[in-house]
């Protein structure tokens, strides 16, 4: 493929190489981001992607879709095999395509919702005042603690028996603690409102057993497919079998088109790798990792909001380094070091340059990298911290990191699963 592609287009090929060449010579600690397999991407990169397949097996409107229904039904069955759910839709394009689906199947446009707060971890579209979430429903946002960086439960149901919403999310997009979906449930159900849980973060982490999975608890669980859970750019639902066809609705004809086969594919296979001892090993290591890295962070006087972590993720507040997010994040990509500067909790600067500073490690993790090199790459980060205004030290920092990721190069497989795998 990459012949065909270097002979037709040598400059879009010479880009993509630049590309890969970037992303194994930096050290990627956006928690968003990952490796996917050489299986995955040869799925997602095959000819599913010439295939039109709108509708549901069984139920298209296109023929031709003798393998295509195949393909969504081994899906389907993968999600809900390793969710252990009563029904998976694998059609979303992405994470906040399944958000929207998910409140589409349970309530109406001008109902109230309440999600995180996006400047507290929410995502934005569990009801952030930019995104069409609070414009299509009236929008409620619960805060963390203040002082203690985590969910407070009591005032949660405080403002659920105030506002009465007819839905409550679950889930963020930088909480650095394991949330109990159980309590959610409980809230929820004392208002007599829904309950989604969004675990695009930590679905890996769900399917491995290290955090408590939201399905027992909640009607309709969202996620994406890459993250922890190392599969190709996508989304997905889980629900509980009364809510089924109204989620199939919500996704087909509701929001979307046809589906992205190559895509839902790619899923599959990374379902498959997802269901087997290793991936478990390495959803483990992702928190070993983290904690580790958390550690080494506070010892060199870095603030973590809550004071540390649960999952893959750390929310760093700058404040008292007197550095904003975004001039640290700037820094660190000059040093080989890849981050994205984010909003703490309570953040008195904006969005476009706040207080904190997002990181995870979930790609580090696949490369192989253990607690050492963690430790190790704390390290790096003060060194840019303390010499944020000097080149020659960030630079040398580069060539650090450089030889670090010599020497955990981007593997090419994971997982060969087996025949029980792919059932």
């Known amino acids: 493929m990459t012949n065909a592609l270097e002979q037709y287009d040598p400059q879009i090929y010479e880009l993509i190489r630049q590309e890969q060449a970037r992303q ?3 050290i990627r600690l956006i928690p968003s981001e990952n490796y996917v397999s050489r299986a995955v991407m040869l799925a997602s990169g095959g000819c599913l992607t010439n295939k039109y397949a709108e509708g549901y097996p069984g139920r298209r409107y296109y023929e031709g879709q003798q393998v295509t229904d195949l393909i969504e039904k081994m899906a389907r069955q993968r999600a809900k095999k390793l969710f252990k759910a009563d029904h998976a839709n694998v059609q979303p394009y992405s994470g906040s395509v399944a958000n929207l689906a998910a409140y589409a199947a349970l309530i109406q446009p001008g109902d109230t919702i309440m999600g995180m707060s996006h400047i507290d971890g929410g995502h934005l579209t569990h009801g952030g005042k930019v995104s069409l979430t609070s414009k299509f429903f009236k929008s409620v946002s619960y805060p963390v603690n203040p002082d203690t960086g985590r969910i407070d439960f009591d005032h949660l149901a405080e403002l659920a028996k105030k506002h009465r919403p007819k839905l409550i999310i679950s889930g963020a997009t930088a909480y650095p603690r394991e949330i109990d979906f159980e309590i959610f449930g409980q809230i929820a159900g004392d208002v007599g409102a829904y309950h989604i849980s969004d675990i695009a973060h930590i679905a890996g982490l769900v399917v491995a057993g290290i955090h408590k999975s939201p399905v027992p608890y909640a009607d309709i669980v969202s996620t994406t497919t890459h993250k922890t859970l190392r599969g190709p750019r996508g989304g997905m639902l889980l629900c509980k079998a009364e809510h089924a066809a109204a989620v199939n609705r919500a996704v087909f ?10 895509t839902m594919t790619a899923v599959a296979v990374a379902l498959a790798e997802a269901d087997t001892p290793e991936f478990i090993a390495y959803a483990r290591q992702i928190v070993k990792n983290a904690k580790a890295l958390a550690e080494m962070l506070l010892e060199y006087g870095f603030n973590l ?26 820094a660190l990509d000059r040093a080989r070091i890849v981050t994205n500067y984010n909003s703490i909790p309570n953040d008195p600067s904006p969005p476009a340059n706040p207080s904190g500073l997002r990181i995870g490690t979930p790609a580090i993790t696949t490369r192989g990298m253990k607690e050492d090199q963690a430790r190790e790459i704390a390290g790096l ?6 010499n944020i205004d000097n080149e020659s030290a960030i630079e040398e920092v580069g060539k650090e990191a450089l030889l670090l990721c010599s020497q955990f190069p981007v593997p090419d497989h994971f997982i060969i699963p087996n025949k029980s795998n792919s059932k």
Do not use: C, F, W, Y
Request: proline share 7%; no cysteine; hydrophobic share 35%.
């Open 24 to 26: 194994s010579g930096a």
């Open 253 to 262: 004809p509701g929001l979307q088109g046809g589906p992205h086969m190559h």
């Open 305 to 330: 909001m809550s004071g540390g972590t649960d999952n893959h993720l750390i929310l760093i507040d700058l404040r008292n380094k007197n550095i904003p997010g975004k001039k640290l994040a700037k």
């Open 381 to 386: 980060i003060n060194k840019v911290a303390e």
